[in-house]
Every structure is written in C-alpha cells, then in structure tokens.
C-alpha cells in the first residue's frame, strides 16, 4: 500500500511528467518522420533545389507533420491520464487556444507545402489563426512601464506605476503582431539544415525552464513546452545535415506559433512582462534579429518584405567559410548562452535547469551520433563486406 502510494506520488509529480512527456513525444517524432520521409518522396513532395537555396538535392518537406502529430498524440495521453488530477496542478494554462490556432496555422503550411499559396494569403490566415487565439485566452494585457523608477544616470524619473494595463483593442493588435513576427521569423531562419529545428528546441527548453519557476508557476506550460522540445529532438536526428527532411512551411509556422503563445501564456501571464522584457527578447533574439534585420534590408533596397532572399544571418555566417554543420554549431550555442541569460534573468534555479535541460539534450544528440548511427553504419558494413565475400 505504502510502496503504491509513493508510486503514484511520484508518477504525478508535475516535474516527472513534464520529464515523461518529453521523451514520449521525442520518440513519437524519431519513429514517424522516417515514414513521413518516405510518404513524401512517393507523393513527390519534395523541396528541390533553387538559387536562392543551400541544399543541392530534392528533400521532403513534410516534416511539421511528424511535429503535429507528436504533439497531438502526447497532449491527448496526458489529458487522458492526468485530467481528473487537474486540481492537484497549480496555474492556469489556455491550452485550447494554442492547439485551436496551432492546428489553423499547421494546416495553412501543410497547404503551402503542397502547392504554394500567395504571401499575402498566408499572412491573412495567420493573422486569423492568432486571432483565434486571442479570443481563447492567449492575451498580452499589461505593458512594463519604462519610465517607472527610470535611471538614466544623471538624473532619475518615474512616471506612473510599474506596470501600464492596456485596453482590448490594443491587447488584440499588439498579441497579434507578436504571434505573427514569431511565427515567420522561426519560418525564415529555416533555410539551413537543423536550423529552425535545434534553435526552436532551445527556446523551448529555456521556456520549460522559467515556466516552472515559483513566480511564474505554470506547469501546464512548462509540460507542452517540454513536449514540443521532446518532438522537435527526435526530428532532429533527421532534419540535421545532411538533411532528409525538412520541417516545411507547416512545421516552420506551427513551431513559430506554439513558441509565441507559450511565451504570451506563461511568461507575461505571471511575470507581467510583455514583448518588449529581456527575458523574451533574449529567448527569441536569433529569430527576432534575422527578421528585423530581413525588413530593414529589404526596405532599403526598395525590395518587398516579403520577397525571399539569399541574405539571411545563417547565410552570413556561411559566407564565412563554414560548412553547414559548423555553422549550426555556432548559432546553436549563441541561442544557448541567451537562453542561459533569459533564464538567469528570472533566478538562478531557471538558468541551472536551463543547463541540466540543454546537457541532457546534448547528451541524446550524443547518443544519436555516436551510438545509434556507430551501429547503424557497422550493421550496413557487415552486409556489405559479407556480400563480397560470397561474391
């Protein structure tokens, strides 16, 4: 009886499951994308090569289906199991209106994926999708008083309190447009092998860290930000180069979508912090400075901002000289050490569960590399050796 109760105690600690969703999902995603690959390559579905693009191959482009799916499935087990436990979990979390507006945006990508859809409809229909959102609970709906107790070295001012409390309206607009830049950053820094995939892991593992956090306090955050890590890992071992597929329009939009709104959901309900606080600005700087950066250049040249281009910060970086993985390696750990500080920046439990989260990452990447793909490599080489043989 005492061994059952601990058991169950242990089982539905918050901390444990979070733990258990991640690994679900991440095995989810590791066993599904290399069938999706293969569905892909039948229904010709391919990403083949352009001017204005790195691979040099045709590659499957489905892979926010095995995101979508892993999500789906893992969310659905823990409402399952754990629903009757839901009192037991401190916090409130506005999952409906990240899976309403996530499976609208998912959906819009798979539809790009499969036949390219005009930039200006896609950014209706995700304007749309965060607007679903909005109206579910996904709200930004207090703005951090700059002024307040402002130090600007020669002399100090405050004007008003802390915190300025915005009306519906601008709730609405300003939620919109952070959904919305999110959302196409991840899409544009997705135009490298394993890119999106591994800096989108990383702001996922730095909002389950934080989430967790006594002052923030939202559990059911921190497990569907420990999902989507879990799923965007096992994807990895295939999306990293060389690529054999790639995340496409629906994984790029739905990974952007769910990162933002688990943003506006946990961070700024709790923290009461908006958009413009280091810790988000930190946690998305990769993405958010090579959309910034897109705007002004394109701007500048007379260009449309929507009009695709070949001057990304990764292409950068690999003008250089760099091959892919180096530079994969290189922006991995600039998003890692601005996650540290973006989780330091809320306590120093957050950054040390930062680390243990991100070493353990590393530590199946690790495991991907050198155990499963040792062997893998060995098995092939056996058949291969034995078939001269008996030649």
Known sequence: MTFNY???KYLYNIQVIQLIAFIIALVISYLLTPLVQSRAIKLGLLDKPHKRKIHDKPTPRLGGVCIFVSLFLTTIFFLATYWKYRTTMPGTFTLLGIFSGGTIIFFL???????????LVKLFMQFFAASVAWFLGIRIVNLANPLYHANFHYFKLSVGGSMIHIDPLLSFIITLLWIVIITNAVNL??????LATGVSLISAIAIWSVSVDYRINQPGGALLAATLAGALLGFLRWNFNP????????????VGFVLSTLAVSCVTKKITIAVISPVLILIFAFPIGDILFAVVRRLLSGKSILQPDKEHLHHR?????????????????????LGLVASYLISAKSSIRFLILFGFTITIALFYTYIINWRRQKYLRDIFIKGENDS
């Open 6 to 8: 601990q058991l169950s």
């Open 109 to 119: 990508g798979l539809l790009d994926d499969i036949d390219p859809l005009p930039a």
């Open 189 to 194: 820094i997705d135009g490298m092998d394993g």
């Open 243 to 254: 690529a054999r597929i790639f995340l496409g329009d629906s994984g790029a939009y739905l």
């Open 317 to 337: 970086v690999l003008a250089f000289g760099f091959s892919q993985k180096i530079a994969s390696y290189l922006l991995y750990m600039l998003s890692a050490c």
